[in-house]
């Protein structure tokens, strides 16, 4: 519980205007956002972004941390909202361009051009960019982030069976893609 409580000090402290004590939150749950971030975009560029914006918005929204949930689980929330309004800008934008583009380009943005990933992982995070987004989101928060299905029901603002049920379309889902790629 002390980790509890110094968390909840630093975001006390954070509250009052102290930088260092938001910095410590920041290093402890980077790694956290970075990589939900990630997996819920597919591309390095676009992720280090929506992590740094998942931080400012906490930053910003701090006074309206209850202490009730965990911070991560407070934190999660706002950075699966971050990359939600993402994607939605995103397809906004890609819908224009494929508008007023006579030789409108496929979205290039995917795994390829992230980190140097070997096949398989290549190969998964390709089929997890093709889920829906909540059942991605879902599966990123629990297969990923380690949260159970209770967490992620908090985060997603959900009840736990729906998240069960994201879960298992998204298996299957992926389970098919995943065959298909190894077909080829």
Not at 19 to 40: C, D, G, N, P, W
Not at 148 to 171: M, N, P, Q, Y
Request: proline share 2%; glycine share 6%.
């Amino acid at each position: 519980m002390a980790e509890t409580d110094e968390e909840n000090n630093w975001v006390a402290q954070s509250r009052n205007g102290d930088h260092a004590a938001f910095e410590a939150l920041i290093r402890k749950y980077q790694q956290m956002v970075h990589s939900l971030t990630f997996r819920m975009t597919g591309s390095a560029a676009d992720c280090k972004d929506l992590a740094q914006e998942t931080f400012i918005r906490a930053y910003q929204q701090l006074d309206s941390f209850g202490g009730t949930a965990k911070f991560s689980s407070w934190l999660y929330r706002i950075a699966i909202n971050a990359c939600l309004d993402w994607r939605r800008r995103e397809h906004r934008r890609e819908r224009l361009h494929h508008n007023w583009s006579e030789d409108s380009v496929t979205d290039g943005a995917g795994p390829e051009s992230g980190p140097d990933l070997d096949e398989l992982s290549r190969q998964v995070q390709v089929a997890l960019m093709k889920l829906p987004e909540k059942q991605r989101a879902a599966m990123v928060l629990t297969v990923y982030g380690g949260n159970s299905h209770a967490d992620a029901a908090k985060i997603l603002g959900c009840s736990e069976t729906t998240v069960s049920w994201r879960i298992f379309t998204a298996r299957r889902k992926l389970k098919q893609l995943l065959g298909e790629r190894r077909r080829l």
